[in-house]
């Protein structure tokens, strides 16, 4: 299990991806890889008109990236290639020719926020906090800053990350457009989560499929940018500053 799971399943027109990790549901790089691509094989396939994601059980929506896995990068190469993990699956997002909807049962954490940042429509419940701690660990949030700026704007964006050790309440986040609707309970977001799918399941295939390409203009991009965000993490992970800040946070 320490590599955690990813399930998808698909009935009338609607895939749900449900992935689960132990340490609140954060992805190691094997399990980011496997999220990649199940978006990519979801993007091909007829049945599929509407994609939800979600993560199991009721603690975090997501813990960003594998902390033990930062903590052992020694070169720039390794570097890249473990900040490249939420690239992929947020250029896997973009390009996608489905609709995704994102299901935010509770706190998101940097990469969490970009996955959150990536889904066409967010519904989350009063428990999905939000925080950008990359600046207090001597890193940014560079790969999923395009992704989150795209939705709360450049405004929102310094202020979630220049106080980078803050929460913000799921209602800030609704009130910069991360989340289009809050819900009191769980069991409240699944049902309006399942509800919504139903309906866009219900639309034009291709209505939807242009939708999407419009939702992500002036996107193209993003393949290249995305990859030059990555390597600036992956020298910044590495400078002695970060070193310093991560021995603070190993158990």
């Given at each position: 299990?320490?590599?955690?799971s990813?399930?998808?399943?698909i009935?009338?027109?609607?895939a749900?991806?449900?992935?689960?990790?132990?340490?609140?549901?954060?992805?190691?790089?094997?399990?980011?890889?496997?999220?990649?691509?199940?978006?990519?094989?979801?993007?091909?396939?007829?049945?599929?008109?509407?994609?939800?994601?979600?993560?199991?059980?009721?603690?975090?929506?997501?813990?960003?990236?594998?902390?033990?896995?930062?903590?052992?990068?020694?070169?720039?190469?390794?570097?890249k290639?473990?900040f490249?993990?939420?690239?992929?699956?947020?250029?896997?997002?973009?390009?996608?020719?489905?609709?995704?909807?994102?299901?935010?049962?509770?706190?998101?954490?940097g990469?969490?926020?970009?996955?959150?940042?990536?889904?066409?429509?967010?519904?989350?419940?009063?428990?999905?906090?939000?925080?950008?701690?990359?600046?207090?660990?001597?890193?940014?949030?560079?790969?999923?800053?395009?992704?989150?700026?795209?939705?709360?704007?450049?405004?929102?964006?310094?202020e979630?990350?220049?106080?980078?050790?803050?929460?913000?309440t799921?209602?800030?986040?609704?009130?910069?457009?991360?989340?289009?609707?809050?819900?009191?309970?769980?069991?409240?977001?699944?049902?309006?989560?399942?509800?919504?799918?139903?309906?866009?399941?219900?639309?034009?295939s291709?209505?939807?499929?242009?939708?999407?390409?419009?939702?992500?203009?002036?996107?193209?991009?993003?393949?290249?940018?995305?990859?030059?965000?990555?390597?600036?993490?992956?020298?910044?992970?590495?400078?002695?500053?970060?070193k310093?800040?991560?021995q603070?946070?190993?158990?």
């Open positions: 299990m320490s590599n955690g990813l399930y998808t399943h009935q009338n027109n609607i749900t991806i449900e992935f689960y990790h132990p340490a609140s549901n954060s992805f190691p790089s094997e399990l980011l890889a496997r999220l990649a691509k199940a978006f990519n094989e979801l993007s091909n396939h007829n049945d599929v008109k509407v994609i939800i994601l979600k993560s199991e059980k009721e603690g975090a929506f997501c813990a960003g990236a594998s902390f033990d896995e930062l903590v052992a990068i020694s070169n720039f190469e390794q570097g290639q473990f490249l993990g939420f690239a992929n699956v947020i250029n896997a997002m973009r390009s996608c020719s489905k609709l995704i909807i994102g299901s935010i049962q509770g706190k998101a954490v990469g969490g926020v970009g996955l959150a940042a990536a889904c066409d429509y967010c519904l989350a419940t009063e428990q999905a906090s939000i925080k950008l701690s990359e600046l207090s660990i001597g890193i940014g949030p560079f790969v999923i800053e395009p992704a989150v700026e795209r939705k709360i704007g450049v405004a929102a964006l310094s979630l990350t220049l106080d980078a050790t803050s929460w913000q799921a209602y800030w986040a609704k009130e910069k457009g991360l989340f289009a609707k809050v819900f009191e309970t769980i069991d409240e977001l699944h049902k309006e989560v399942d509800n919504l799918a139903v309906k866009i399941a219900s639309y034009n291709e209505a939807l499929v242009e939708m999407k390409k419009v939702l992500w203009k002036n996107t193209d991009n993003w393949d290249q940018l995305l990859e030059k965000r990555a390597e600036i993490s992956g020298k910044l992970v590495l400078s002695d500053a970060t310093k800040a991560l603070k946070f190993k158990k």
